[in-house]
């Protein structure tokens, strides 16, 4: 309680200069366990307040903005995730920080990925979406996502178009960028926006699998799908921190697990088919296939190249 207190504080003082153009938007979520609660069981889910941090840059007046949202992952917002959001603002876009942990009074899922599940998140950037794209300072054509881990598989599959139909397939995100996304699934309707997709992972990732994000781009390319992939050598999971290397004990090690994804979202154990539609079984899941003990460690190369190629790719697909 006392951290998560700290991290509310520091968000409160965080780049001064631009506290004047940050603003508190506050919205109505849900909280689905997982694809399949989004797909088959939306109206059902009980309501949750979300909100997020919505910043324009100093020099923008009455003009409307491309806008970024960022996604954190399963420790919280960082200093890496907001220095991305700082450099977008400073080339012309507005920024939206997604606060799905801390609205939910959770400091971080490693370890247990119960408490915030991608399908929340998912359902939060939407409904954030919906909020945003009335704003008149927004550009509603030209609004992407990104996010890191956790939050890169929320960038990832918020480009899944069942999720799309289901939540609100009236409005979608104009480009996909994930940083280290759990690509553990075979997707059975291989459907995804028309928005291109990008995912940026090291080669030495023992969170998740950057061979299984690879076949995952390889098999979704030949349904011509727009995505792609940059693996970053000799490069750990957040290469682009500035730390020194860290250990995770209780992070999940996920490189063995591989679950198939039925049509209605629900991702099925590998052993039985049987769907993982319950925190109880998505915990025996991965107790059959994931170890402990995790890897973060920064690497210069790999998160200057990272930067740059963040800068490119939303100048590239929200600029045009």
Known sequence: MIRLLLSLIWFSFVLPNEISNSEKIVFQSANPFSFFHIITELDEQESQEVYGTLRI????????LPLIIG?????????????YLKMYREIGFATFELHSFNSRNVESTVGEQISVTTAMMILDAYRALEVLSTDKRIDIDNIAITGWSLGGGVALYSAWEPLIDAINPKIRFKAHLAFYPPCLVDIEIKNFSDSPIHILIGELDDWVSADA???LVNDLSKENIDIDITIYDNAHHGFD???????????YALGDCYFKMRNDGAL???????PMTTPFRQNIALAMCAERGTTIRGNQKARNASFDFARSFMQFHLLR
């Open 57 to 64: 840059p100093l020099n923008v007046i009455d003009e409307s």
């Open 71 to 83: 996604v954190n992952g399963s420790k919280n917002w960082a200093d890496h995730h907001l220095e």
């Open 213 to 215: 994000c690879a076949k």
């Open 241 to 251: 921190r500035l730390s020194t290397i860290k250990k995770e004990e209780n992070g």
């Open 268 to 274: 099925l154990m590998n052993i039985f088919d049987i």
